[in-house]
């Protein structure tokens, strides 16, 4: 991280700045040789970094690294208003330690309570011109915390983002192919979290278990196939997931109340729609969706 017991901010040169309608900042062959928190308070503009463009509004922060070039203009009807804070990361001795060596904020993010940094950033200003450099040090630091806060929070989110897609598309499959042996613990190995973890996951975003997801697809698939198919119930046992006939007929009386053959014949004049959940009676009656001896 950029800050730990052992290093420290120390603020190089920091001011608010409005810029003119003609302002331009032209550091292609001038690179940065310091840290620089830029956070813009107002008006509009165009940043090029590294060759990547941002387009400059209310609310934007950099954190620009040491050996970065980047020109910028801004908007001649909305100038831009700007906090600068020029600053070296140093250790306990005073000496400046290499950015390379640390675990660095993102160089851009939207602050979400802009309000709230820019009265971080008035406070620094404040020590600094009443020559406080302490003061002024302290309050870059609850700035830069922030920041590393906001990062946490994003990178937590993107990771939620990351698994609700995963169990989406899993859930997909699982109704499209039924007949699949669906390995929890391979599962959540695969999406980074444990078992138990993952179980409770996937619950969360559909609203029903693991266990029971897979069972209610494997009963639905029968029953379609059921009624509107010649397949033998051996067959059909095989094809959901099921190859051993007498467990297969356990399970489909103990989770619909009649067995597969009686099922066939009462079901021939009406066809279960085929979507994934359970119809009719199987809907109100699963009682133990872990019955099937393939969930592990």
């Known amino acids: 991280m950029i800050f730990d017991e052992k290093n420290m901010a120390r603020i190089n040169s920091l001011g608010k700045v409005f810029c003119k309608a003609d302002w331009i900042w032209d550091l292609r062959h001038r690179p940065f040789k310091d840290f620089d928190l830029w956070f813009l308070i107002d008006g509009k503009g165009c940043l090029m970094l590294d060759g990547q463009e941002y387009i400059l509004h209310g609310g934007d922060c950099f954190l620009f690294r040491p050996g970065m070039t980047l020109y910028a203009d801004n908007d001649q009807d909305e100038p831009l208003v700007v906090i600068y804070t020029h600053f070296d990361v140093t250790d306990i001795n005073g000496n400046v330690v290499n950015p390379d060596t640390m675990q660095l904020p993102a160089l851009f993010r939207k602050m979400s309570d802009p ?23 302290n309050w870059l630091t609850a700035a830069l915390l922030e920041i590393r806060h906001l990062d946490k929070s994003d990178s937590q989110l993107n990771a939620f983002s990351r698994v609700s897609e995963y169990i989406r598309e899993l859930y997909t ?16 190995v695969k ?8 179980s409770r996951l996937f619950k969360q975003h559909t609203g029903i278990s693991f266990r029971e997801s897979v069972t209610r697809a494997r009963i639905n698939q029968a029953e379609y196939l059921l009624s509107s198919t010649e397949y033998s ?5 095989g094809i959901v997931g099921c190859p051993d006939i007498f467990l297969f007929s356990k399970l489909f009386r103990k989770h619909t109340g009649v067995s597969p053959s009686e099922y066939r014949r009462t079901a021939r004049g009406k066809t279960p729609q085929k979507d994934g959940f359970a119809t009719g009676r199987f809907q109100h009656i699963i009682s133990r969706p872990d019955d099937f001896s393939a969930l592990r």
């Not at 309000?115 to 040090?137: I, K, S």
């Not at 999406?191 to 993952?198: D, K, M, R, T, V």
């Not at 119930?233 to 046992?237: D, N, R, T």
């Open 233 to 237: 119930i051996s067959q059909i046992a």
């Open 191 to 198: 999406a980074g979290y444990s078992p138990e973890h993952f």
């Open 173 to 188: 499959r699982i109704n499209e192919h039924p007949e699949n042996d669906y390995s929890l613990g391979k599962l959540a």
């Open 115 to 137: 309000v709230f940094f820019v009265n971080l950033l008035h406070r620094m200003l404040d020590c600094f011109y009443r020559n406080d450099r302490n003061g002024a040090g």
